[in-house]
């Protein structure tokens, strides 16, 4: 898929489940389980072990699933990660030579903002979309509903600490998708290997975000 196909598929989707895990087996589970519940994006977190051959395995057996590589904080990790094949990059905080590097190769990256000036950094250093996180601890839906006043152009993820029961106030301030990681991927259900409350929860989401999206004006 090209950079553009990338990046409107996770507008259209509306959802990046980040999976963070403690083995490489645990995250390609959770990965496919993600997956089959109808939510065909995955962001594989750089600090679960061994989360480049994850990728590596996703890309070779998984071909519908767009994967990408999270919580970076270096260019080579990032330049690992795209070689194992991932499809996009994601930082937690605006690592702007990350960004950069992401802009030469051509691939999509989200890149991770809080403040208005962080923002307007990652956004001006050419990121496809700006990660708010963490969102909740600054207000929440509000927040992102405060950041679309003086960003109305710039396409805002909201990440930490999205459920189920705020997801939908998210999309109706302004999301554009949403970075869900424990409420989505619970610890006990990949221990357990419970597939399809993953599903289920993965439908719940898919289901929540069109709803609150046929809510929006046009």
Not at 62 to 70: L, M, N, P, R
Not at 88 to 103: C, K, Q
Request: charged share 20%; proline share 6%.
């Amino acid at each position: 898929m090209t950079r553009e196909e990338i990046r409107a598929r996770i507008a259209e989707i509306g959802i990046i489940p980040a999976v963070h895990v403690y083995s490489e087996s645990e995250a390609l589970f959770a990965a496919e389980a993600v997956s089959g519940g109808g939510i065909p994006i995955v962001e594989i977190t750089t600090t679960t072990p061994g989360a480049v051959n994850v990728i590596g395995e996703l890309m070779r057996y998984s071909t519908e699933t767009i994967v990408g590589a999270g919580t970076l904080s270096d260019v080579e990790t990032a330049r690992r990660c795209l070689d194992a094949g991932a499809a996009f990059l994601t930082t937690t905080g605006p690592d702007l030579e990350i960004v950069e590097f992401a802009v030469k190769r051509g691939v999509v990256v989200l890149s991770g903002a809080l403040t208005p000036g962080e923002v307007m950094a990652s956004w001006k250093a050419g990121s496809d979309f700006v990660k708010v996180f963490p969102c909740s601890p600054m207000g929440g839906p509000d927040y992102i509903r405060a950041l679309r006043v003086p960003f109305p152009q710039i396409p805002l993820i909201a990440s930490g600490g999205v459920t189920q029961q705020n997801a939908a106030d998210f999309i109706l301030a302004g999301a554009v998708a949403l970075g869900i990681g424990q409420h989505l991927i619970h610890q006990n259900a990949i221990r357990l290997r419970q597939r399809e409350r993953i599903h289920e929860l993965a439908r719940r989401y898919r289901k929540i975000v069109s709803d609150a999206r046929a809510q929006q004006p046009k």
